[in-house]
Nanobody, 117 residues
Framework: QVQVVESGGGLVQPGGSLRLSCAAS????????IGWYRQAPGKQRGMVAR???????TTANSVKGRFTISRDNANSTVYLQMTSLKPEDTAVYYC???????????WGQGTQVTVSS
């Protein structure tokens, strides 16, 4: 059983920054890549950034140059540093754990990010 807990969301003004954290606990030996996804009201959930065990990173075009994903394997934690935030970044941000075969296995409960003046 794996628990996934996101934190760090909140209200920020346009141009501001936030850092999200995703902590995994429990039976985590079979975790592969970890990704951040987001879902805005009325829209589908989409990938923001993803990082593999080896550190290979995939980032959505909409956030390239503004968001950075990093991973602390020792503490089973993944971070999403978000800078130059825009109103269109407003969404619930979810952390997803994959197994070693690239299959989605666990989701967190999500953390709300609101970018507004």
């Amino acid at each position: 059983q794996v628990q996934v807990v996101e934190s760090g969301g909140g209200l920020v003004q346009p141009g501001g920054s936030l850092r999200l954290s995703c902590a995994a606990s429990g039976t985590i030996f079979s975790i592969g890549a970890i990704g951040w996804y987001r879902q805005a009201p009325g829209k589908q959930r989409g990938m923001v950034a993803r990082i593999t065990n080896a550190g290979s990173i995939t980032t959505a075009n909409s956030v390239k140059g503004r968001f950075t994903i990093s991973r602390d394997n020792a503490n089973s934690t993944v971070y999403l540093q978000m800078t130059s935030l825009k109103p269109e970044d407003t969404a619930v941000y979810y952390c997803n754990l994959e197994d070693v075969y690239g299959r989605s296995r666990d989701w967190g409960q999500g953390t709300q990010v609101t970018v507004s003046s």
